[in-house]
């Protein structure tokens, strides 16, 4: 009697362990809900681009192919601020450092007479400034622009003679009457840790006379 209890109590457990077991896989097969997924902001440091497809770099560390080789954008000085070389108004509107990489040797040697007629190695460094003058009389007046630039590295750099950039206000110096010019300059450094940058601006002067009107300025700048 015993054995046949003991048989049927077996086989209940038996049967409820499978119940059990069955329960517990149909549960473990049931889908999960995935957790939501946190937000995530989508970083770029791309250079952007113009309708007319040119290059922008507007924030340190952007990269972007160019003619000539890959640019990338080291440092920016935002600066709008004017000078007061009377008559004129001078406007800094900003102070990019460079560095260009990959670039064939025909591109080198294009660079070679801004570097002093020294050759180009493997980077090449340079500062490109952004400011606009603004004529503020009718008279007929002359400027010199930018002329020399002095880093906190010791170099000082003829950029009147080094320009690496032409615009058409580089065509004449001269200001008939009451007109604003819009000046780009480009100069090789040798540096790219430079930190603070001295620009001399140049005197006006009278384009009848040649007598200077207001002297050489003096403006330092930080990156």
């Known amino acids: ?20 077991g069955e329960e517990n896989t149909q549960s473990s097969t049931e889908p999960k809900e ?9 970083v770029s440091n791309k250079p952007e ?17 160019v003619d000539g080789g890959t640019l990338e954008l080291l ?11 009377s008559p004129l108004k001078v406007t800094v509107k900003e102070i990019k450092l460079f560095k260009k990489t990959d670039m ?3 591109t080198k040697e294009a660079y070679k007479m801004y570097n002093d007629g020294k050759a180009i190695g493997d980077e ?10 603004e004529n503020l009389e009718e008279k007929n007046i002359g400027w010199n622009s930018l002329l020399n630039a002095v880093t906190d590295k010791g170099q000082q750099i003829d950029v009147d ?9 580089d065509g004449s110096s001269e200001f008939l009457g009451k007109v604003t010019k819009e000046y780009t300059d480009g100069f090789v450094v040798k540096d790219a ?4 940058i001295k620009f001399v601006w140049g005197s006006t002067y009278d384009t009848d006379s040649y007598e200077n009107i207001t002297e050489e300025q003096q403006v330092e700048y930080s990156f």
């Open 1 to 20: 009697m015993k054995k046949f209890l003991l048989m049927g109590m077996t086989a209940l457990l038996a049967l409820g362990l499978a119940a059990c």
């Open 34 to 42: 995935d957790p939501k997924p946190a937000e995530q902001k989508e």
């Open 49 to 65: 681009k113009t309708e007319n497809g040119d290059i922008v770099f507007t924030k340190a560390g952007q990269k972007g192919e």
């Open 75 to 85: 440092k920016i000085k935002n600066v709008n601020e004017t000078i007061d070389i």
């Open 104 to 106: 064939d040797e025909a």
């Open 124 to 133: 090449l460094i340079y500062v490109q400034v952004s400011y606009d003058a």
């Open 161 to 169: 003679m080094n320009d690496m950039i032409y615009t058409d206000s």
């Open 193 to 196: 840790d430079i930190s603070k």
